[in-house]
T-cell receptor, first 112, second 111 residues
Framework: KQEVTQIPAALSVPEGENLVLNCSFT??????LQWFRQDPGKGLTSLLL?????REQTSGRLNASLDKSSGRSTLYIAASQPGDSATYLC???????????FGKGTHLIIQP | ETGVTQSPTHLIKTRGQQVTLRCSSQ?????VSWYQQALGQGPQFIFQ???????GRGNFPPRFSGLQFPNYSSELNVNALELDDSALYLC??????????FGPGTRLTVL
C-alpha cells in the first residue's frame, strides 16, 4: 500500500527566503506526482505535475523535482512572499483507478 | 474553459440522514474522482467514475455511493450519516495525462 510522507509538517519563514518542501513515497511504481496548494477551507489548486519519466518541472518561482528510484520529491519555492502562505500537498498515482494518494501536507507561513 | 464546480458549498445534517453532493467536471474531462478530507489530514480517495461506471474505489463502506451522468457530471451519496462523516468533500476531474483538477469542495457537518 502506497504511503506518502511530507516533511516538515509546518514551516514559518521570513519573506524573501528560498525554501524546500519534502515529499517521500514508499512505492516507486508511480505514474505521476502532483503538488497542490490549499488555502484554509478551500479546494486544491494544482501547482505542478511531474510524469514518472521526468526529473523536474518549473512554473514561475516554483520548481519540483522527482527522484523516483529513491521515492522522493522536493518543491522549491524561490523568493517567498506572504501570498505563498498555504498548505502544500504532495500526491502520487500509479495511473490506475485507485486515485491519488496524498501526504498530510506542509503548513507554510511566510512572515511579512 | 469552465473549471470543476461543486454544490452545495456547505451542508449541515443530523446523524442517520442521507446527503447528496454534486460535481460538474472540467470541460473535456470524462473521469471524476471523489475525496474526503478530514481536518488536518490529506484527502482520502473514495471512488472514481469513468464513462458512467465506477472503476476504482478506496477504503469506504457501501453507504458511500455515486453516479456519473452522460455529461460527465457526478453525484456522491452518503446514507446513514455518522458523526465521522463530517469533512470537506472534494471532487476532481482528470485530464488525458491524468492530471487532476479539483473543485472548491463541499463542507459537510453531521450533528
Amino acid at each position: 500500500k502506497q504511503e506518502v510522507t511530507q516533511i516538515p509538517a509546518a514551516l514559518s519563514v521570513p519573506e524573501g527566503e528560498n525554501l524546500v518542501l519534502n515529499c517521500s513515497f514508499t512505492d516507486s511504481a508511480i505514474y505521476n506526482l502532483q503538488w497542490f496548494r490549499q488555502d484554509p477551507g478551500k479546494g486544491l489548486t494544482s501547482l505542478l505535475l511531474i510524469q514518472s519519466s521526468q526529473r523536474e518541472q518549473t512554473s514561475g518561482r516554483l520548481n519540483a523535482s522527482l527522484d523516483k528510484s529513491s521515492g522522493r520529491s522536493t518543491l522549491y519555492i524561490a523568493a517567498s512572499q506572504p501570498g505563498d502562505s498555504a498548505t502544500y500537498l504532495c500526491a502520487v498515482t500509479d495511473g490506475g483507478a485507485d486515485g491519488l494518494t496524498f501526504g498530510k501536507g506542509t503548513h507554510l507561513i511566510i512572515q511579512p | 474553459e469552465t473549471g470543476v464546480t461543486q454544490s452545495p458549498t456547505h451542508l449541515i445534517k443530523t446523524r442517520g440522514q442521507q446527503v447528496t453532493l454534486r460535481c460538474s467536471s472540467q470541460s473535456g474531462h470524462n473521469t471524476v474522482s471523489w475525496y474526503q478530507q478530514a481536518l488536518g489530514q490529506g484527502p482520502q480517495f473514495i471512488f472514481q467514475y469513468y464513462r458512467e461506471e465506477e472503476n476504482g474505489r478506496g477504503n469506504f463502506p457501501p453507504r458511500f455511493s455515486g453516479l456519473q451522468f452522460p455529461n460527465y457530471s457526478s453525484e456522491l451519496n452518503v446514507n446513514a450519516l455518522e458523526l465521522d462523516d463530517s469533512a470537506l468533500y472534494l471532487c476532481a476531474s482528470s485530464s488525458r495525462i491524468n492530471e487532476q483538477f479539483f473543485g472548491p469542495g463541499t463542507r459537510l457537518t453531521v450533528l
